[in-house]
């Protein structure tokens, strides 16, 4: 079964290739979108993105999602691709259970391996084109430190699909330097993975992880609001009145 952003995005893509929405129209806003099909705004905007990706909508800050072509002009998200909402709900689910047997396993070596990759995230936030390695490197040696392989080709895997997901690609364009992850999550993870306690590892994996998915969403909420603005401040000056001569103005 096809997921509700990819149902979203195929009703959208039939409506723009029937002429429902024309060339350089712009498309409802994304409020309106959600209650149509009702489902929730990161879904629409997840689909939204998908369309992005295939070239057929264009996101205007400050003015709104446009109709740029009635065709794809290239490849969209498969059915094997992700959402960035998906990712880091799995990401949650899978690394409070790998930060919890870490607690257990992890050795003085690793520590200080994690206190120097925080030290390198430090560098790394302050420049953000340098990447975000170091934020990769923290977590894999977490995986490490539970001597299970699985937990590590899971991970592994969920960081692949951030790093070639479309969707998460142009996910993180629309943010434009986005959200680093808080340096202040990740001293916590280390502080209880120092005190070897698996329930104060898992926790704090999953209030790193639950506050990455709240500034995702907070971030495209920033950018819907941008969206939004324009489009009133175009309707301000569409309709604004112009001043009354006053009578000094007159008898200039």
Do not use: C
């Not at 429902?20 to 997840?46: C, G, H, I, W």
């Not at 800050?61 to 290239?74: A, D, F, L, N, Q």
């Not at 997901?165 to 992850?181: E, H, N, T, V």
């Not at 401040?233 to 112009?242: D, E, K």
Request: proline share 5%; hydrophobic share 40%.
């Amino acid at each position: 079964m096809r997921r509700l952003y990819q149902q979203v995005a195929e009703h959208l893509r039939e409506q723009i290739a029937s002429g429902t929405y024309t060339l350089d129209q712009r498309m409802p806003a994304e409020r309106d979108l959600a209650k149509l099909f009702n489902v929730s705004r990161p879904t629409v905007r997840e689909a939204i993105i998908a369309l992005e990706i295939e070239g057929l909508v264009e996101v205007r800050t400050g003015s709104g999602v446009y109709v740029i072509s009635t065709e794809p002009t290239s490849a969209g998200p498969t059915d094997y691709d992700v959402g960035p909402f998906e990712l880091v709900e799995a990401r949650r689910a899978i690394e409070g259970e790998i930060a919890a047997a870490a607690a257990v396993h992890i050795n003085d070596t690793q520590l200080a391996r994690l206190e120097h990759l925080l030290h390198e995230m430090q560098v790394e936030y302050a420049t953000p084109t340098i990447g975000e390695n170091s934020d990769r490197d923290f977590h894999m040696t977490i995986a490490d430190a539970t001597q299970n392989p699985a937990f590590v080709a899971a991970l592994e895997q969920l960081w692949k699909m951030r790093d070639t997901s479309p969707m998460l690609i142009a996910m993180r364009k629309a943010r434009q330097g986005g959200i680093a992850p808080r340096l202040r999550d990740h001293e916590n993870i280390l502080r209880a993975l120092k005190r070897r306690d698996p329930h104060a590892a898992r926790n704090a994996m999953h209030s790193h992880l639950n506050r990455v998915l709240e500034n995702l969403l907070r971030q495209t909420e920033v950018e819907a609001m941008k969206r939004a603005k324009g489009e009133a401040n175009a309707l301000r000056n569409r309709f604004r009145v112009p001043p009354k001569k006053t009578e000094a103005n007159d008898a200039a």
